[in-house]
């Protein structure tokens, strides 16, 4: 039997070496395994990692399900026409007969191209894709694995925030910055730290919804006369009605680095620079979730990590099978909660991006509807019992690439 | 019997309200228990929330104990002459006779003044200190409450972020700042997250020792000729051998904000914009981990949970057994590990600042020595098991100030 090829791509995720691990438990049962370091770059240079015996340690697969980061390594990289060829070269020089890509909808252009080239040339290798993005926009799913990890981080960081932002007996404006260039399904989840008592976040923006600042001013100023902590939950791709972005606007943090250029600052700082800039009594601070957002795996959602798992296995099972072409998807049969895997072909997903609904937000442009709560609410479900040591989580570790590379040739 | 009132004071901690609980468990076995909003503030101003019942239920002062931030609020107020008169005026009128300050040096120095006020005017109130800071900074005790756990947080979220900042095939500097103005206690958790195969992080800076801007881009340099992901970590008040902050100097990253002022960034901005100031090939970012540091209760340590109960628990029997002026301390009596909770004056406490001796830090200056990571290890052990609903922790909710005041007036 040939041999199973799995890489990673794209941006990391919390839970995206569960998937790894699914395929991993599947595929060494029937043939051998190999990984690719640095995604699809690492079939080009023909860096690989024999898998198959890597993870026989029931503690190592343990650790390896609860490790966040692309443990095989990514890469963002556009595939060349070129470079299509030299991909079926190296599948056959290492007899590679499956390959499963797990990575979001540029990996799932790779995909896309990559099993058309096969269809076209008569090649009988089978190439499918997995889904993994924290930013939950692949179409065709219900929801992407990686996505509930991070809501649930952002929900209880924000939850968290919430409590330390009030505790002085002053006015203060928090602006909390999520990740989300395009669509605000992160940003969204911070609504899911309110409680029946506590209506902060007062404003969460999503880039789905033109950002207006002088409505935005009002509003803090009115808000001001109740709550003293107000605390503001915005995509970094927040844009106004032109198109700006917030760090493009009059009186948002521009500085200017050592050559004199004037470099622009995130978005959260520049809200806060340009409350500043106007006649408002309160002390305003920017807090940026960074990339602790997608890689927080000791407060995964368990169900997300499930889930992730669940898709790396059937991901194997049907590329073993023969499918070719297509990506696996989340169906959801029950609001509260069910989901079926089912497979998409891979050509409706490549490229394609899903956005909030408009209809999931609320008019008043920053806040969003019950619809969107219960979508979301049941993605963050349940806690991983991760593998502790010395007080911290045990995460599996990534082989050094040099050694991967002679270990293959 | 007379009331029994405590009162929070100073930045807050993930584990501040376990040593409220601690106080609340025994002190209302005896008497009532009030407690100050927002610190001596509360009791100036008479804003107190009667505490004797509201934690009846098991599952409350469960989700109290993990709640993070000052449940009663808390304030920065350095004691007026004027205004310790006022202060025993309260207590007389709310029949206070025991008065419990949880916080840090600058709230032991309220202690202490308040309890020799006591002392001169032969007044019988009792009044003591509870220990609490994320700095680790007060004298006298081996560790403070609060500490154990920011130091978790810190250790596992850098843990990740090497994880993260690795997935890609280039060369990448993360510059993550962290709490500590004076004391670089926090910095140091950082090294925690270092394991057998990973160096990483490269470069802990503390306060304690002069940062040297053209030592730090040649060592950078040389690192990136074998690692291509480096990982610095630096407290926010690292300051040349000159005494300038990092975002004083030259190529930091200075912002003009909407006045023409120039505004300083962070350290950690400023560390990522000097780099890229300089002719080095590499992708710099900043990650400050800001107030979530804190904050973050779902990562708490559960000794260092345990303890603050603990001396929460301790604080009440003492006060209430009439001990006065004093804070209560750990002692360690045994490396790994075991502590003896013991009494000290508050004379020797307030405003004294605790840094890390300099024999716990390495010659090179940018490293700490295994003594401080044996130190270091103790503290964060154990996880939480906090209280879970809709997949995020239940945390109490502070009582409205307004309410509050309403009831007890």
């Known amino acids: 039997m040939k041999n199973l090829l799995v890489a990673q791509s794209g941006g990391p995720t919390a839970v995206i070496n569960a998937s790894l691990a699914g395929v991993i438990q599947v595929a060494r049962e029937k043939t051998k395994v190999l990984g690719a370091i640095h995604g699809i770059e690492g079939v080009i240079n023909e860096q690989f990692y024999d898998l198959t015996d890597e993870f026989n340690d029931p503690y190592q697969m343990e650790a390896l399900r609860h490790t966040p980061a692309s443990f095989l390594g990514t890469c963002r990289h556009k595939l060349k026409e070129e470079e299509i060829e030299r991909v079926f070269e190296v599948f056959k020089k290492h007899n590679i007969g499956y390959f499963i890509y797990i990575g979001g909808n540029d990996s799932m252009d790779t995909v896309d191209r990559l099993s058309k080239y096969a269809e076209k040339t008569k090649s009988d290798v089978k190439i499918i894709g997995v ?8 179409a065709m799913t219900d929801h992407t694995p990686g996505y509930g990890s991070a809501a649930k981080y952002i929900a209880t960081s924000v939850r968290e925030v919430v409590l330390d932002s009030s505790v002085y007996n002053k006015p203060t404006l928090t602006v909390i910055e999520v ?6 399904w992160l940003t969204a989840a911070a609504a899911l730290a309110r409680t029946e008592k506590e209506p902060a976040p007062h404003f969460i923006y999503l880039p789905e919804v033109p950002f207006d600042v002088e409505r935005f001013i009002k509003n ?16 970094e791709g927040v844009r106004t009605a ?3 972005l917030i760090c493009e606007l009059e009186g948002a943090s521009k500085y200017t680095d050592a050559f004199g250029h004037t470099q622009l600052g995130g978005a959260a700082a520049s809200i806060v620079n ?15 979730l960074s990339l602790l957002q ?3 795996a000791h407060i995964a959602s368990k169900r997300d990590r499930d889930e992730a798992e669940l898709v790396g296995r059937k991901g194997a099972e049907a590329v073993l099978a023969g499918k070719t072409g297509i990506m696996l998807c989340f169906k959801r049969v029950k609001q509260d909660y069910e989901i079926e895997v089912v497979e998409h072909k891979v050509a409706d997903i490549a490229n394609a991006e899903r956005k909030v609904p408009l209809e999931w937000i609320k008019e008043n442009g920053y806040d969003i509807k019950q619809e969107l709560i219960d979508y979301m609410r049941p993605l963050i479900e349940g806690q991983v019992t991760a593998l502790w040591e010395n ?5 599996a570790e990534r082989p050094s690439e040099v050694e991967a590379a002679v270990e293959i040739a």
Chains 1, 2 share one sequence.
């Open 274 to 288: 340009i409350v500043k800039s106007r006649d408002i009594d309160i002390k305003a601070r920017p807090i940026e």
């Open 131 to 138: 889904p993994k993005t924290i930013d939950n926009d692949l």
């Open 242 to 244: 032109d198109g700006k």
């Open 294 to 296: 997608r890689s927080a």
């Open 220 to 235: 803090v100023k009115k808000i001001l006369k109740y709550d003293k902590n107000i605390i503001v939950v915005l995509s």
């Open 179 to 184: 990740m989300g260039r395009n669509a605000g």
């Open 391 to 395: 007080g911290l989580p045990v995460y």
